[in-house]
Each structure stands twice: as structure tokens, then as C-alpha cells.
């Protein structure tokens, strides 16, 4: 079966640091993967999606990269602050053509400390 | 969040109850979404529609029903509320496939009792 696995429940780090957080996904092919951010109490919020051709892909402080043979993206946040502190969440879509619908991870906590 | 509302944002319900959860979004977007949010699951897809009329099931449909009579609202009903069903309930939109994002509601939390 198709599963999407983000590796790492909580990740800790201190402030000006790089943030890492790992997505894992098995028995599929995507075209893309998107990443979200999700605040306590809100619904999560699109950030960045990357294409299966793309190796690498950049807004601000964040980075995303896509290894379709490792079958892994990673998300980076350079600098990171306080006010990164959030659950990011990674989505594949698994349906096939014709359809559309997400598939998420469970989420990294990333807490940033001062 | 801009252009799609969730309501009611809180709910207490008794067991065995009919609830009907409202999304209604104000971006003409053609793809409506339901999901549920649980501690240890994330977020699972329950119904999803791609038009007015057209819906179709996801991974944890069971128990929840859906209606889309118009562009802008997505009716997620639970026929008989069970307390396995006390979650955050997340409508989302898309206006397309493929590389468009989801925008996602604020979410109406749930509680059967």
C-alpha cells in the first residue's frame, strides 16, 4: 500500500539554526509533493510544492528538496526563529489521474528555541 | 481564512444525534474537501467533491455523508453522531489539480458526548 511517513513526531532546535524535516513516501511515483504549515487551533496552510523534475525548490527562508529515487523530500527552514514554532505537514496525491486528493503525513513539531 | 468558512466552530453533541457541519467558501473553486483531524491519525480525507453534485468517498467514510448543491457550500452530515466521531472536522478547497494547494477553514471541533 501507498504510505507517506514524516519521520520524526518533534524536532527541537535553537534559533539561527537550520530546521531539517524529512518526508518519506512508499510504493508510488508522484508528480509533486506540497508541504504545509499547520498552527495550534488553525487549519494547516499550503507553502511549497515541488515537482518531480525539480531538485530543489526556494522561497525565503525555505527550502525544499525532491529525491524521487530515495523516494524522500526534505524541508529546510535556514534562520530559523521562534515564530517558525508549528506542526509542518506533507501531502502527496495518491489518487491518479482524473482525481485529486491529498494524502498527508502526520506532521513534524518543530519547536524553536531562543 | 479568506474565502472559506467553517461553521459552527464548536459543537457538543450527544450520541446517536443527526449533525450537520457546513463549509462555504467564496472563491468559486471547483474541488471541496473533508477532513478529519486526530491525535496519532493527522489529517484523513472523508468525502470529497470535484462539482456541484459529483462527490465521492475517501479513506474514512463510514458513518458521514456529504451534499453539494451549489458551487460555494459542502454539507458534511453525521447520520447518527458516535463518540468515535469527536474530532476537528477541516473543510479545504482547491481550484484545480495537480499544482494547486489546498486552502484549508479554521475547523470545527467536534465533541459527542
Known amino acids: 500500500s501507498q504510505k507517506i511517513e514524516q519521520n520524526s513526531e518533534a524536532l527541537n532546535i535553537q534559533e539561527g539554526k537550520t530546521a531539517t524535516l524529512t518526508c518519506n513516501y512508499t510504493n508510488y511515483s508522484p508528480a509533486y509533493l506540497q508541504w504545509y504549515r499547520q498552527d495550534p487551533g488553525r487549519g494547516p496552510v499550503f507553502l511549497l510544492l515541488i515537482r518531480e523534475n525539480e531538485k530543489e525548490k526556494r522561497k525565503e527562508r525555505l527550502k525544499v528538496t525532491f529525491d524521487t529515487t530515495l523516494k524522500q523530500s526534505l524541508f529546510h527552514i535556514t534562520a530559523s526563529q521562534p515564530a517558525d514554532s508549528a506542526t509542518y505537514l506533507c501531502a502527496l496525491d495518491f489518487s491518479g489521474a482524473g482525481s485529486y486528493q491529498l494524502t498527508f503525513g502526520k506532521g513534524t513539531k518543530l519547536s524553536v528555541i531562543p | 481564512d479568506a474565502g472559506i468558512t467553517q461553521s459552527p466552530r464548536h459543537k457538543v453533541t450527544e450520541t446517536g444525534t443527526p449533525v450537520t457541519l457546513r463549509c462555504h467558501q467564496t472563491?468559486?473553486?471547483?474541488?471541496m474537501y473533508w477532513y478529519r483531524q486526530d491525535p496519532g491519525h493527522g489529517l484523513r480525507l472523508i468525502h470529497y467533491s470535484y462539482g456541484v453534485k459529483d462527490t465521492d468517498k475517501g479513506e474514512v467514510s463510514d458513518g458521514y455523508s456529504v451534499s453539494r448543491s451549489k458551487t460555494e457550500d459542502f454539507l458534511l452530515t453525521l447520520e447518527s453522531a458516535t463518540s468515535s466521531q469527536t474530532s476537528v472536522y477541516f473543510c479545504a478547497i482547491s481550484e484545480g489539480t495537480g499544482v494547486y494547494g489546498y486552502t484549508f477553514g479554521s475547523g470545527t471541533r467536534l465533541t459527542v458526548v
Open positions: 472563491e468559486n473553486h471547483r474541488y
